[in-house]
């Protein structure tokens, strides 16, 4: 007879996956040696403690052949993304340049690979290139999911795909299939995001980057993540053409990569327009980018074209949850700061990079609202939630108010505790938005990091950080006794 968790089979998967995380040191490991930065050895280190590690944990279960079951997915990735979490810190732990303690450590790879983009490092200028390298790196493996990537490349985990996909794969549509076979899908998706990283990379470079910060940059945009290689992030070239490139690419990747797949198999842009919540996040990006720019021209004392260029560009920024910054918007109007901060609230469309609600739980919570209203006047009628014209079905509906439950909850509860551990509530709350909407800069006294943060504060953003990359049910459901029942 079966236990509620076959935990054999999971430790088997979490090995081998651990093992796969491992010669994701070996690119910084050579970084560090083209540039003769000195930093070699913590990657070294780190690859041959991760791929140890990852070793005892395969070895004794490697005949556990079982099939994977979605209950078991859970565990899986909640267990891999909190595992990576500590060992993609350890090279971070063995640097001389930033020294880091064990929680800012983890802090900052948790916040790469969730790619939140909240950091508690400064002076990245001077940092080596290794570590800074990295630092992009780990966005970048986090944006798609590890998890999804592994599906693509290790089929000889002989494993359920399907239940991993499911499990890690954000978004309330997320059980359409792109290709017949899981794998399939999972590197279909690959393709399109490595696809989209190369022609960011190479964009970047064309308009006066250089190929160190066009390839980090070009991670971090197609991931939202909002790592830079400096601290001025994009501010520091000041340059029109580079924001423009950004907000070009953070524009696609806070689309559907589903969209961009069928764009390229069908050859049509009808699609995106075809699709409601592209339409609704198109619409909502330019009122707020409206109401940014209008209120820094008037009230802010911001001549115009300064005000276009840079409302239009943090407002991207902020509501694809990048976190890339042009200029000081913390000495911005209060209510621009503000409708930034909402704007990242709402996030971009489910199957995209991005962080927060998603467009598509906020476009049918509005259509819900609405018919809840129509309910009142005609109490007898029949009327379908719908999304275009096709009707979304009861259970959708429900599973989408039973995530905001759940995310005002935890919202609430991770807020009085960090105004618990000392914050103001400014502070507190602009630090939870940034992390539990994996935006990363804030208001307040996070609003350039984490860096003054006392160490309780840094562990409960980690916790924000994993519950917003993870849609929030991923990870409590672990939390339910059910969950561990036969």
């Not at 990379?201 to 006066?208: C, D, E, K």
């Not at 520091?236 to 524009?251: G, K, Q, Y």
């Not at 200029?327 to 209510?335: E, H, I, L, M, R």
């Amino acid at each position: 007879m079966r236990t509620a968790v076959q935990i054999q089979v999971v430790l088997r998967i979490i090995g081998a996956l651990s093992v796969f995380f491992s010669f994701t040191m070996l690119p910084p490991l050579a970084v560090s040696w083209y540039y003769r930065d000195g930093a070699h050895l913590p990657f070294l280190f780190g690859f041959l403690i991760i791929l140890g590690a990852g070793l005892l944990f395969w070895w004794p279960f490697r005949h556990a052949q079982r099939d994977l079951r979605v209950r078991d997915g859970f565990l899986v990735v909640a267990l891999l993304w909190v595992i990576l979490g500590f060992t993609g810190a350890v090279p971070l732990l063995m640097v001389e340049r930033p020294y880091l303690s064990f929680t800012d450590a983890v802090f900052e790879a948790v916040s790469g690979l969730t790619t939140t983009g909240a950091t508690v490092i400064s002076g990245l200028d001077g940092l080596p290139k290794s570590i800074l390298y990295y630092r992009q790196q780990l966005q970048w493996l986090g944006g798609m999911g590890i998890v999804v990537l592994a599906v693509a490349v290790l089929p000889l985990l002989r494993v359920g795909g399907m239940q991993l996909y499911r499990a890690e794969t954000p978004g309330p549509m997320k059980d359409t299939k792109l290709t017949p076979r899981i794998a399939e899908t999972a590197k279909a998706l690959w393709g399109v995001y490595l696809g989209l990283t190369v022609v960011c990379a190479f964009s970047y470079w064309l308009v006066g980057m250089e190929p160190f910060d066009a390839v980090g940059h070009a991670f971090s945009t197609i991931a939202i993540g909002g790592f830079s290689t400096h601290d001025a992030s994009l501010g520091f070239f000041r340059s029109p053409a580079v924001e423009a490139v950004a907000i070009v690419f953070m524009l696609v990747s806070g689309i559907n990569f589903a969209l961009h797949f069928e764009i390229l198999r069908r050859r049509r842009l009808r699609v995106y327009f075809a699709d409601s919540e592209v339409r609704t996040y198109v619409a909502l990006l330019a009122l707020i980018a409206m109401l940014a720019s209008g209120y820094l021209w008037w009230h802010g004392g911001v001549d115009p074209r300064s005000a276009v260029r840079h409302g239009l560009f943090q407002t991207i920024s902020f509501m694809t949850t990048t976190g890339f910054t042009s200029t000081d918007y913390s000495a911005w109007p209060a209510f621009v700061q503000v409708i930034l901060v909402f704007g990242a609230f709402v996030g971009g469309c489910a199957g995209s990079t991005a962080g927060g609600l998603k467009v598509i739980r906020v476009l049918l919570l509005y259509k819900q609202g609405i018919r809840e209203i129509l309910r009142l006047i005609h109490p007898q009628a029949e009327i379908p939630v719908k999304v275009g014209r096709v009707p979304v079905s009861t259970r959708v509906v429900e599973a989408v108010w039973g995530f905001f439950s759940l995310y005002v909850v935890s919202f609430a509860i991770l807020m009085a505790l960090m105004m618990a551990a000392g914050l103001d509530q400014v502070t507190a709350f602009a630090a939870v938005a940034a992390c539990l909407n994996n935006l990363g800069p804030g208001l307040g006294e996070v609003t350039a990091g984490f860096m003054t943060m006392p160490d309780s504060v840094k562990w409960l953003a980690c916790f924000a950080m994993l519950l917003g990359r993870l849609e929030i049910f991923t990870l409590l459901v672990l939390l339910v006794p059910d969950y561990w029942r036969s």
